[in-house]
């Protein structure tokens, strides 16, 4: 491929932070910079307590394992997202209940207080779609009346705020990941915040492999985890947030030369009332079939990604209920992810764009 659907995009520190990371000797996990790194995403945010974890994933289950999701017990989920939101659900033998998208493209609202109203759920675990908020104030309050955990999976919209407040904020935890793709990269790895201070140490003690404090010995009463954060990969996570800001404009300005080149043959996800979303990746429906855009940029060697398809449509999922109108099938049978690389240029926009028209236009 020589046009890459959102890969990394490095500031220049990065290189300077690492080295600074070996110098000290603090290559293993743990370290000045993960401490950094820590209180850069807090101080961003405004969360009140972060923990650097090598995924978003893990996030995710410590969040489930810290509020005793266990067997029997009922998650509600988005059904339009990635398979990494639903996971950790399973990881605690817990089991699913899918929630399909609105027109928004975000987690129905109806649909989730049908779920409530007839499933005995413990925790709301909320996607946020491509970098785009979902209407989590609304959100929270469903879970507060029905007495449900609210977990946000804000893995993609690092950035996105409603009404001014940050996406993962709003929930007892939130998550957000460092994958490659993402807007803000350190290869592999995420952060796991929260409103609970005893929570948030109890997730920071199981991800440590649960050890106990105060003895010369590993001591252990339960059982952890191996999910924390290496220093050096927190050295990138560092100077990547001192051009977050950057990359989030650069984002929204992508999205907009879209906009504006297939503006005749193409429907984009919207980006709901009061909220702000940092246009991760540029997602669009087409009339034609979309995996016939998908080969002709494949052709050219620019890469392209089919919408997620729908958890309830997953072979995995067949046997959980699924609450929703099939909104979400319907984004998946029409819908592409373009490239969203923030090193690409107007001219680089223009040529992907021409091959869309050709072809679906």
């Not at 046009?3 to 000045?32: R, T, V, W």
């Not at 929270?140 to 001014?164: F, M, N, R, V």
Request: aromatic share 10%.
């Amino acid at each position: 491929m020589r046009i890459y659907l959102s890969p990394p995009h490095m500031s220049g520190k990065e290189l300077d932070y690492i080295k600074e990371a070996f110098e000290s000797n603090y290559i293993a996990p743990l370290g000045p910079f993960v401490e950094k790194f820590e209180e850069a995403i807090k101080t961003y945010t405004k969360a009140p307590h972060a923990l650097a974890l090598c995924s978003a994933t893990s996030g995710i289950h410590l969040a489930l394992r810290v509020l005793g999701i266990k067997e029997g017990d009922k998650v509600a989920v988005s059904s339009f997202t990635f398979i990494a939101s639903l996971s950790p659900i399973l990881y605690q033998r817990a089991t699913p209940v899918l929630i399909d998208a609105d027109g928004s493209w975000q987690i129905d609202l109806e649909a989730l207080e049908d779920a409530l109203k007839k499933e005995r759920i413990k925790a709301v675990i909320v996607t946020h779609l491509y970098g785009q908020s979902a209407p989590i104030k609304e959100i929270a309050a469903l879970c507060q009346k029905y007495g449900a955990h609210l977990i946000e999976d804000a893995a993609e919209s690092l950035g996105a705020t409603y009404e001014q407040r940050h996406t993962g904020t709003y929930g007892i935890f939130g998550v957000y990941s460092f994958n490659g793709n993402k807007i803000l990269t350190t290869s592999g790895g995420g952060m796991l915040v929260g409103q609970d201070e005893k929570l948030m140490h109890k997730a920071k003690k199981l991800s440590t492999q649960a050890k106990e404090e105060g003895y010369p010995w590993y001591e252990h009463k339960t059982y952890g985890y191996n999910y924390r954060l290496s220093n050096i990969l927190a050295a990138i996570g560092v100077a990547q947030m001192e051009v977050l800001d950057d990359r989030i404009a650069k984002k929204r300005t992508i999205f907009s030369w879209y906009q504006e080149e297939l503006k005749h043959c193409a429907m984009f996800m919207p980006e709901i009332a009061k909220s702000q979303g940092n246009r991760w990746l540029t997602t669009a429906l087409f009339e034609c079939d979309p995996l016939q855009i998908y080969e002709a940029l494949k052709k050219e060697g620019i890469e392209s990604r089919p919408l997620w398809k729908p958890m309830h449509l997953q072979p995995l999922c067949k046997d959980f209920a699924f609450y929703g109108k099939g909104v979400s099938e319907k984004l998946f049978a029409k819908g592409l992810c373009l490239p969203s690389g923030t090193q690409l240029s107007r001219q680089d926009i223009k040529e992907i764009c021409q091959i869309v028209k050709e072809h679906c236009c």
